[in-house]
């Protein structure tokens, strides 16, 4: 464990920024967890998750109005999906942007579904820094601040290994049944 620690508290920056290009949640909590240690600087993380993620989701944007027809080959198995993401978009307006950071399953879809559209880029990149910033503050803090519960938890998990997949399906299932609901044919 000591070995894996200074592992990342070396290299837990870089891992941080590659992870946070395509959401990174779980690389941020592991961030605020090892600033709660002492092994890493929470104020770094949080600036580097935040950027990482706005450049990411940017990236995406600007594949995705730039590369329309390869895109399109990647949207023929997500149609529901994208016409949902259009959908939550028309309905909650521009601030979808900054709360599909939090949602699994739409965190990297709804850049590239916008950037199909022709909403303007400089507009999508005020909100997805604003959703960035929100983000990386939020899950990085909460994480830097439950520090203490979180270890006790994966001390729990570690007790008794059997635990973690059973959480994972719940929580896996319940995403799965919201996205299959939302997105499902209605009539």
Known sequence: MDDMLNNLSTYGYIVLFLYSLGG???ALLGAGVLSFMGKMDISLSIAIAMIANFIGDSLMFYMSRYHKREMMEYFK???RKLAFSHLLLKRN???IIVVKK???GLKTLVPLAIGLTKYDFWKFSAYNAIGAAIW???VGGGSYLFGGALIKAYDLISDKPYLAPIMLVIIGGATWFYLSSATKKKG
């Open 93 to 95: 307006g521009s601030w």
């Open 136 to 138: 990386a503050v939020v």
């Open 77 to 79: 198995k997500h149609r």
């Open 24 to 26: 990174g949640f779980v």
């Open 102 to 104: 939090f949602i699994y």
